[in-house]
């Protein structure tokens, strides 16, 4: 059994001096080395740490112990020990897994180890870390550093009539945020079309007089939840996502006049408006998520042909040519409670 650990506790940290000090004994005698830090730790030291501890319990007993620091969505595992009495069971495993399941919004996960700890190199590369560099620590001793970068689980669930309402909140944080250069804040994306099944993310697009002049909020950004990523692949625009692989938020910033701000709106006007094509892209996306729920890039590939022509068809309808069912229709940007038309 897995738990969170009250290590300020007093008692709980002699548990956890119980476990890892003839867990690091071990380690020391493996890699040829007794100057482990941890080794001279005591429980008052435990008590006053700031990591997140948990352990595992077999039959009330504590055999095995892992911690970890979080900052946004960066986190490190600062130890994981098992008992000698527990080596081999998959201890480590489970602890580590358990990590991973509970910050489902982590984007990057690091962990050291002494590179002579085989053991541990290879649970790490079981689980899928990679080795990122060797760091030489004194004479004799090398570490190695692991990152694992978790992919972000594909999840498209029903139309959720929230979604409008999270926009407006996020939109006023906004304000009080790029208040100065906002020209105007509009709901994009999936969840800005009634009906359709999405992904939970609210998709956000800000017109700004200057798009330079973003960067500069950078920091109030992060301290609204977000993370800038300037450019993120895209000329022009400034981007920021808030909530980590646990994605809750996108905030897309283009100077006014940008054509993919055009882009962007006809596109969710042209879905708006017709139901029918709404919900033959919902039933793509469900496909896709069903087929690749682990793999958020394939999945956004298999959209892309989709929203191509979508957003050619798009165009045709603002031009008031026959669309793809058939009808005719005179676009209107301004007629927004229908949906963009004039019938």
């Known amino acids: 059994m897995i738990e969170y650990l009250q290590h300020t ?16 004994i071990k380690e020391a005698e493996l890699i040829g080395f007794d100057g482990i ?18 352990g595992y319990r077999k039959e009330g007993k504590l055999i095995g112990v ?8 960066h986190l490190t595992i600062c130890r994981l020990v098992v008992h000698p009495d527990g080596f081999r ?12 399941d509970q910050n489902e919004d982590a984007e990057k996960i690091e962990v050291v180890t002494a590179e002579e700890n085989t053991p541990a190199v290879s649970l790490y590369a079981k689980a899928g870390f990679q080795k990122a ?11 190695s550093v692991f990152h694992l970068y978790p992919e972000r689980k594909v999840e498209v669930v029903p139309y959720n009539e929230k979604w409008a309402e999270y926009f407006n909140e996020e939109k006023e944080r906004l304000k009080l945020v790029l208040g100065p250069e906002i020209v105007a804040v509009h709901h994009i994306g999936s969840t800005s079309i009634s009906n359709m099944a999405a ?12 798009i330079e002049a973003v960067s500069q909020y950078d920091t109030q950004m992060k301290a609204i939840g977000y993370t800038p990523k300037g450019e993120n692949g895209i000329a022009g625009r400034r981007y920021f996502q808030k909530g980590g692989n646990k994605r ?49 890039n394939q999945y956004i590939q298999g959209k892309d042909g989709w929203i191509k022509t979508a957003e050619k068809n798009a165009k045709r309808w603002k031009e008031g ?8 229709v005179c676009y209107n940007s301004e007629n927004d409670e229908n949906g963009g038309l004039t019938l």
Not at 40 to 48: H, L, T
Not at 133 to 142: D, N, Q
Not at 253 to 269: C, M, Q, S, T
């Open 321 to 328: 040519r026959n669309n793809a069912d058939g009808s005719v």
């Open 133 to 143: 560099e060797t760091i030489k620590a004194a004479e004799g001793l090398l570490l």
């Open 89 to 100: 069971k998959g201890i480590g495993r489970a602890l580590l897994q358990f990590v991973i």
């Open 37 to 54: 830090p941890a080794l001279q730790e005591k429980p008052k030291d435990i008590q006053a740490s700031h990591e997140q501890f948990a």
């Open 9 to 24: 506790e007093e008692i709980t940290a002699r548990e956890i001096i119980a476990v890892q000090q003839p867990a690091y």
């Open 248 to 296: 809750t938020h996108h905030v897309h910033v283009y100077e006014k006049g940008n054509p993919a701000i055009e882009r962007h709106l006809l596109f969710r006007d042209y879905l708006r408006a017709h139901p029918k094509i709404a919900e033959e892209y919902a039933v793509l996306k469900k496909r896709l998520a069903a087929q690749h729920p682990d793999c958020i």
């Open 66 to 73: 892992i911690s970890y620091e979080k900052n946004m969505h």
């Open 199 to 210: 992904k939970p993310i609210i998709d956000i697009l800000i017109e700004v007089k200057t």
